[in-house]
């Protein structure tokens, strides 16, 4: 029997290489990409076929379509918050155009198919707004329904592609299509700021936790573009690509919606540094807040309410803010940089 082929847009990003090898590594599935570039050389085995292209390109989405039976799409390509702060049209046309177009290749193929195929989106604690920083401290973890007021385009475009994806699933109509025609199967995580071993991030607000860990591991001084005092929720890579799978893999029944939050653990600039000191005592960590950044971070939520995804598919976090760095980070970072701590 041919295996249920899995279709990665953005594969090559921060979410995509990690997401690719778990995928790949399952062994259950033809792995399929889809990216600016193919996938670098080491990856391009774990792959049945890549596609170099844009996700605006709808004619190279109907050619993916047409050359494959596409039973699930993790739906990665996007523009992250502060790159589509510099573009904000460029970030509407890729974050909302671009994800328009793959999830109407997705609904096609449902239709095709005769099931609904399961279309796996990152969203992000990017869709909240909170008017204040007292607010922010006073509120602690934000549910999901609550202050869904963006500052960011990004923000905007995803909180608004999560309710596109909601309608193909419960309300979309086809002309011509019979009333219990399969639909589409839409399922987000919003994610709190992620930490990868693998890459430094660019272009996202989340940014400084990350790419402070980077620069000590790599022997580089680091600018922090926000306070000390600016904290966001933060969560490994592992956790991250295992709540893909595991929300990819939950029965439709059990799920009450179609977008939950999922947490790990919540640090301030200043905790992350202090703890990356202790691992990397040699580690040059300066405070250049920068105010545009700042007031994004300040709008994001300390913390997030995860008791949905905790219910509805039993997830839990496996890493804590230690185990990140004493299992996760350290034993990475030190193989790939080569600077001992
Ligand atoms: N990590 C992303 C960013 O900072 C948010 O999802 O843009």
Redesign the pocket.
């Known amino acids: 029997m041919p295996k249920p082929v899995v279709l990665i847009t953005g594969a090559n990003g921060e979410i995509g290489r990690s997401l690719l090898q778990t995928v790949a590594g399952h062994g259950g599935f033809d792995v399929i990409t889809l990216d600016l570039a193919l996938p670098p050389e080491s990856m391009r085995p774990m792959v049945a076929a890549s596609y170099a292209g844009n996700i605006m390109d709808r004619y190279l989405l109907d050619q993916v379509a047409a050359h494959h039976e596409v039973d699930m799409v993790f739906h990665l390509a996007a523009l992250?918050?502060?790159r589509g702060e510099r573009d904000p049209e460029l970030a509407h046309q890729i974050n909302v155009e671009g994800t328009l177009n793959v999830l109407r290749m997705a609904t096609n193929q449902s239709v095709r198919l005769g099931r609904p195929v399961r279309f796996l989106f990152p969203s992000?604690?990017?869709v909240y707004g909170l008017p204040s920083p007292d607010e922010k401290r006073a509120l602690g973890r934000v549910r999901e329904e609550q202050w869904n007021l963006p500052i960011t385009m990004?923000g905007c475009n995803?909180l608004y592609c999560e309710h596109v994806g909601r309608y193909y699933t419960f309300h979309a109509t086809r002309p011509g299509a019979e009333a219990h025609a399969p639909r589409l199967d839409f399922r987000a995580i919003r994610?709190p700021?992620?930490i990868s071993a693998e890459t430094s991030?660019t272009?996202?607000?989340?940014?400084f936790g990350p790419a402070m860990i980077h620069a000590a591991a790599s022997g580089v001084p680091y600018e922090c573009f926000v306070p000390p005092d600016a904290r966001l929720p933060f969560m490994a890579m592992p956790d991250a690509v295992r709540a893909l799978m595991d929300l990819a893999r939950a029965d439709r029944s059990r799920l009450k919606t179609c977008v939950y939050n999922i947490g790990a653990f919540s640090l301030s600039a200043l905790q992350i540094a202090e703890r990356v000191r202790k691992a990397f005592p040699a580690a040059r960590i300066e405070y250049v807040p920068k105010a545009a950044r700042g007031a994004i971070v300040e709008s994001w939520p300390e913390d997030v309410d995860d008791t949905r995804a905790r219910t509805d598919w039993g997830w839990a976090p496996a890493y804590g803010w230690d185990r990140t760095v004493d299992e996760y980070l350290v034993p990475a970072l030190t193989a790939k940089y080569g600077v001992t701590p």
């Open positions: 992250l918050s502060a992000s604690i990017a990004y995803k994610f700021g992620l991030p272009g996202g607000t989340s940014d």
